[in-house]
T-cell receptor, first 116, second 114 residues
Framework: DAGVTQSPTHLIKTRGQQVTLRCSPKSGHDTVSWYQQALGQGPQFIFQ???????QRGNFPDRFSGHQFPNYSSELNVNALLLGDSALYLC???????????????FGPGTRLLVL | AQSVTQLGSHVSVSEGALVLLRCNYSSSVPPYLFWYVQYPNQGLQLLLKYTSAATLVKGINGFEAEFKKSETSFHLTKPSAHMSDAAEYFCAVTPGGGADGLTFGKGTHLIIQP
């Protein structure tokens, strides 16, 4: 049973550029959440996707946007990159299936983004 | 709104000693609570969760946590520390009944002394 996968593992960009990160949820999961983890900090919630729509958003600017595809995979896009966007970006998946706790999220290994 | 406070950014224990990592939460609705572990350069692994059933929750690798509503706490314990337990530990909260994003604490770095 494959867990949550993310690509790429590492990425280096320069200020002002745009970046797209990808996530495939755990098998059987239909909800994807994205988190930003700055160095030495806990993860911060960016947004959550379910049924191809953004259903909840954290305190992040509109430069952060996302998409969910019919196969439940997801992308995180960040425009006009700032130095402060350098972080580990984590994707987590969960399921709304009956008998499962939809609040339980399983995390991928993350994409480490460095903005120069 | 909810929040999590983890007391002690670093905790050091000897191998074989009791591990106690503290977590206090604030939530306007009955919460669901989680402990995750993060090893260097890796993602987060779920250790255990409280979802309004038994207040004493057992997780993987010998860890357990007790939900105490009166103290708004969800402390993580392990009777005997092992060198492989050295990692970063995060407590997280979310409102029960929904599928909202998790709110994490700042983490506690657990150091195991030989």
């Amino acid at each position: 049973d494959a867990g949550v996968t993310q690509s790429p593992t590492h990425l280096i960009k320069t200020r002002g550029q745009q970046v797209t990160l990808r996530c495939s949820p755990k098998s059987g999961h239909d909800t994807v959440s994205w988190y930003q983890q700055a160095l030495g900090q806990g993860p911060q919630f960016i947004f959550q996707y379910y049924e191809e729509e953004e259903r909840q958003r954290g305190n992040f600017p509109d430069r952060f946007s996302g998409h969910q595809f019919p196969n439940y995979s997801s992308e995180l896009n960040v425009n006009a990159l700032l130095l402060g966007d350098s972080a580990l970006y984590l994707c987590a998946s969960s399921t709304t299936r009956t008998g499962y706790t939809r609040e339980t999220q399983y995390f991928g290994p993350g994409t480490r983004l460095l903005v120069l | 709104a909810q929040s999590v406070t983890q007391l002690g950014s670093h905790v050091s224990v000897s191998e074989g000693a009791l591990v106690l990592l503290r977590c206090n939460y604030s939530s306007s609705v009955p919460p669901y609570l989680f402990w995750y572990v993060q090893y260097p350069n890796q993602g987060l692994q779920l250790l255990l969760k409280y979802t309004s059933a038994a207040t004493l929750v057992k997780g993987i690798n010998g860890f357990e946590a007790e939900f105490k509503k009166s103290e708004t706490s969800f402390h993580l314990t392990k009777p005997s520390a092992h060198m492989s337990d050295a990692a970063e530990y995060f407590c997280a909260v979310t409102p029960g009944g929904g599928a909202d994003g998790l709110t994490f604490g700042k983490g506690t770095h657990l150091i195991i002394q030989p």
